[in-house]
């Protein structure tokens, strides 16, 4: 969800996609950046990601992912039930109101 | 297509992730680079960083590729360099299963040919056969006056037909011809779903008493007489001296096993006959109609039977004198047509299905052994990461592909065997084995055959698979390197395989020697007859020409004298029929009358002086028919000893008198016994018989009858002098079905000779399989245990000890065998039974008989391999390895 997520609002390469995650989790989750990959390799065979070689910003051949209209599907599907979800923890969390 | 892009795909994604993957190390340890590390330390980091490249990069290549294929692919390929580097194992594997195999095709495409393909007509399922039938006679022909009445009152047939056997003699084409032809109601081929191929099938119009005579032809004979010209339609035919004119042509296909084998040439009209052979006075009379009807769709066999039997009760009501007793019987027309020879078959079936389950063991056991020599091998696999599931895969793999190859080799054996085999039937008259000639190998048997391979092959894999699933790694690699595999449980399941092919051979052995004890009985049986030397031929005088009893007396007469004056004739005479059936009741003078629909029945038939005497029917008490057994003296009668000894038992029958019944109503029509000959089999099935009744042609003339001549004369010579003289009497009649009377008796006994031929083929090869399966495993046992018997030489055992102990363990085997099979085989010996004749389904002689040699072969069996452990050298074996 994360990596639709960022791929949403850009087109990336796997090393910034890499980087981008640790930073905005602001290195809580401690994954080791290989494991991305095969994350990565799933999404495309499912089909929610497209991925071209292309040339990135510092100049380098890399493989740029983008998001695909049912990648993008998907990512709705997922941020709405991760959504109810949360309300659903939400609400057996808070204090009852009497 | 789709695949081919996608393999292409395949390799272009994992080569783009790996130089991803390469990439991202590189700009990783730039980074670090820049940051001031070593570039040695800054490459260090960035791969610990990045975690397990190869494990990535597996895991795309599971995602994107066919793991199980590539590994099933790789486990053919490992299975067959195994099966290439030991060539002996596989050829014996490989020829045990094509045995095996190939028989059970050969006899699946004989049941499939002749059991379980449909009738070539539509919706053949839905054909029934249609007879009446009593408590003494379970099936017979239908009167007329009934089935119009079953047609008009049943609700659960689209129609019934009638048809029944005829001939008629061609004039006026050349030579006199006779054909085979048959005489149906109009709505015959409408119920078999037949469409003529030319013109068209009777209608109502045609099939009334007044209606024209009009013929169809059958599309053999019009192929054969008309070579398929078209113009026949609407040409005159004389049948019996009557002009037919030809309305249309049928196919033949299909026709063949519905008239037992006959290839009939043309079809008239039996409504035409209603004034002949229907109204009231004919109920009681059985003139060979059938009845053929086609089930509405959604009725049951059973619901019909409900349905005709109702009818059954309401018609003995209405006509209590010819219908009290009288059932209706409703099977299907297929498995009527197939029923005798469905028990045979099945128990062929049953009994290749034996010998490839013993070979299936005894294939079991082979690769038990080489799984054995293959533990550290499996081991080593084993302990470098292959799962149990994963060599068990690899097991059944090879034992699968090895029972496929075995099928195809069968396949073909079985091409071979059916092809020779129909050749061989295609000599015998169909009418023995329904539907032999449509034997062939077709899409189901192919089917069957790849199930029975792929099924074999799970089968005979299980054994070492399971024992290969079982085994402990650590121990076997901890065994040193002797020959392993005389391990108790490994050794159990071996012995047990040992004994369930002894089992099973055993059953097989049984059931062979029941049937050639039973083929022995009806060869010694007396069929009271002798048929060397005696030429037999049919004869039909047309009523048409022939009309009164005296022309056709007259010219029999005439006839029987001419041949019986022949040079080389030693009697000759005419029989009507031949060897049955004709049954009908009977009553006897001076006896109480049995209620009306139980007199006894008896075998009737009419003969000629010289009749049974050219039969050599030995004559018990009085005399044969004379000349003057005729119209003018006193009407006379033969019994067998069965019928004299019922009713006047001890004494003497001479001069008593008998009576056919014509119709309840009339009184009896004694006539005199004037002799007591030997009971005549009318057939060879072993069943009860009906004693035999023989009236004077003269007294009783029939249309045409069996000419029987006993001759010293070559038979081809002795035909033609009698077609000689048939010429000079009547140049319009012909002589058909010429056959020696030997040809007849031997196709009675042919059915019974030919599976017992087949039952023996297939005992011996699972004596033989059975008895290499118990050599192989004594041999794999006494090599295995070389340095003990060694051992036991060196402490002080004489070879005659070393004799009796590898013996007494496969004599154990083979007694625990023996002693299943014994009990297998009383329980098949019930299904058996009805195909045995005079031998007791239990026979002691046959179970000791087959035992004694079962255990006598296993013995040798035992024996060889034995030999070779008493002749061990006890220093070489206890070096041994």
């Known amino acids: 969800m994360m990596i639709l997520r960022t791929l949403k609002r850009q087109p990336l390469h796997g090393y910034a996609l890499a980087q981008h995650i640790k930073q905005t989790s602001n290195e809580l989750l401690q994954i080791e950046e290989g494991s991305l990959y095969p994350a990565l390799q799933r999404m495309l065979k499912s089909g929610w990601l497209k991925a071209e070689w292309g040339i990135s910003s510092t100049n380098r051949r890399v493989r740029i992912y983008t998001l695909t209209p049912a990648g993008a599907k998907h990512l709705q599907h997922e941020v709405s039930s991760f959504e109810r979800m949360l309300e659903g923890i939400k609400r057996v969390l808070s204090p009852v109101k009497l | 297509m789709n695949f081919i892009a996608q393999l292409f795909r395949r390799k272009q994604m994992q080569d783009d992730l790996s130089e991803e993957i390469r990439l991202h190390l590189a700009q990783r340890t730039e980074e670090l680079v820049d940051a001031g590390m070593a570039c040695e330390e800054a490459q260090a980091t960035a791969r610990r960083d990045f975690g397990d490249i190869t494990q990535v990069e597996e895991y795309a290549r599971e995602m994107w590729g066919w793991p199980r294929l590539e590994e099933l692919l790789f486990d053919i390929r490992y299975s067959l360099r195994l099966l290439r580097k030991n060539p002996g194992f596989t050829t014996v594997v490989l020829l045990t299963l094509a045995i095996g195999i190939g028989a059970n095709t050969a006899i699946f495409s004989v049941v499939n040919a002749v059991l379980l393909r449909p009738l070539p007509f539509p919706n053949s399922d839905r054909l029934m056969f249609l007879t009446e039938g009593n408590r003494d006679i379970p099936e017979m022909y239908v009167s007329m006056p009934n089935l119009r009445d079953w047609q008009a009152r049943n609700r659960v047939f689209e129609g019934i037909a009638g048809a029944r056997p005829h001939g008629a003699t061609l004039t006026g084409r050349g030579e006199p011809q006779r054909l085979a032809t048959r005489e149906v109601t109009a709505d015959f081929f409408p119920i078999l779903g037949v469409k003529p191929i030319m013109g068209r099938a009777f209608t109502a119009d045609d099939d009334q008493v007044q209606s024209r005579p009009a013929v169809v032809l059958s599309e053999t004979f019009w192929t054969r007489e008309f070579e398929r010209d078209p113009r026949v339609l609407g040409m005159q035919l004389e049948l019996d001296g009557q002009p037919y ?162 099928g195809a080799l069968g396949l073909l054996a079985a091409y071979c065997i059916t092809a020779a085999a129909s050749e061989t039937l295609a000599r015998l008259p169909a009418r023995l084995v329904p539907r032999f000639d449509e034997i062939s190998v077709d899409p189901t048997v192919l089917l ?93 005088l047309p009523s048409l020409k022939y009309k009164t009893n005296a022309q056709v007396r007259s010219f029999v007469r005439q006839f029987t004298e001419k041949i019986a004056a022949l040079p080389g004739v030693r009697a000759a005479g005419l029989k009507q029929p031949l060897l049955g059936p004709y049954e009908d009741n009977f009553v006897v003078e001076g006896q109480p009358r049995p209620l009306q629909g139980f007199e006894p029945y008896a075998e009737i038939s009419v003969v000629t002086p010289g009749a049974l005497e050219a039969m050599r029917v030995e004559l018990l008490y009085g005399r044969y028919f004379s000349r003057t057994d005729d119209e003018n003296s006193g009407a006379v009668c033969i019994v067998d000893d069965r019928l004299a000894e019922r009713y006047w038992p001890g004494k003497a029958a001479i001069g008593k008198r008998i009576s056919t019944i014509e119709t309840p109503t009339t009184p009896p029509q004694w006539a005199t016994i004037v002799g007591v000959v030997h009971h005549v089999e009318n057939d060879a099935s072993g069943g009860p018989t009906l004693p035999g009744v023989y009236f004077a042609f003269a007294q009783r003339p029939a249309n045409g009858g069996s000419l029987v001549i006993h001759s010293t004369v070559d038979a081809n010579v002795l035909i033609t002098r009698v077609r000689g003289a048939l010429r000079s009497l009547d140049p319009d009649l012909a002589l058909y079905d010429v056959r020696p009377l030997t040809q007849i008796t031997g196709e009675r006994v042919a059915p019974r000779r030919v599976s017992v031929i087949l039952l023996s083929i297939l005992a011996g090869i699972a004596l033989v399989v059975a008895a290499l399966g118990t050599y192989g495993v004594m041999a794999y046992m006494v090599t295995g245990r070389t340095q003990e018997m060694g051992l036991r030489r060196a402490l002080g055992a004489t070879p005659r000890d070393v004799l009796r102990l590898v013996l007494s363990q496969g004599m154990r085997v083979a007694l625990v065998g023996v002693l299943i099979g014994m009990v297998a085989s009383l329980a098949l010996a019930r299904v058996v039974r009805p195909l045995l004749f005079g031998v007791n389904a239990s026979d002691p002689m046959t179970f000791a008989g087959v035992s004694g040699l079962l255990i006598a072969v296993a013995a040798l069996a035992c024996y060889i391999p034995a030999r070779k452990a008493m002749e061990l050298d006890p220093i070489v074996a206890v070096r041994h390895e």
Not at chain 2, 268 to 285: F, K, M, Q
Not at chain 2, 342 to 361: E, Q, S
Not at chain 2, 456 to 477: H, I, K, S, W
């Open chain 2, 245 to 406: 004119t030809v309305i249309g042509v049928v196919p033949a296909r299909g026709f063949r096993v519905i008239w037992g084998g006959t290839d009939v040439d043309a079809y008239t009209s039996l409504g035409r006959l209603e004034n002949v052979i229907g109204g009231p006075e004919h109920r009681a009379d059985h003139f060979g109609i059938y009845g053929y009807a086609r089930l509405k769709p959604g009725v049951t066999v059973e619901a019909a039977r409900v349905e005709m039997a109702s009818i059954a009760a309401r018609l003995a009501k209405l006509y209590p004198n010819t219908n009290v007793g009288q059932s209706i019987g409703v099977q299907a027309l297929l498995g009527e047509r197939v029923g005798d020879v469905r028990r045979p078959l099945l128990l062929l079936m049953v009994a290749v299905g034996l010998v490839l389950l013993i070979a299936c063991a005894n294939v079991a056991n082979l690769l038990t052994s080489l799984a054995t020599v293959r533990r550290r091998e499996i081991a080593v696999r084993s302990v470098l990461g292959a799962g149990a599931a994963r060599l068990a895969r690899q097991f059944l793999c090879e034992s699968v592909l090895l029972s496929v190859m075995g």
């Open chain 2, 448 to 540: 069957f055959t790849l199930g029975l391979s792929l099924l074999t092959g799970v089968v005979f894999g299980v054994f070492p698979a399971v024992a290969a699933y079982r085994a402990d790694p650590n121990e076997v690699l901890k065994e040193n390197n002797r020959s392993t595999g005389t391990g108790l449980s490994d050794m159990r399941l071996r012995n047990s395989l040992v004994a369930t092919e002894l089992a099973l051979s055993l059953v097989l052995l049984v059931v062979a020697g029941l049937m050639i004890k039973s083929l022995f009985h009806v060869l010694q049986t007396d069929p009271g007859f002798r048929s060397e030397g005696v030429l037999t031929a049919s004869l039909n």
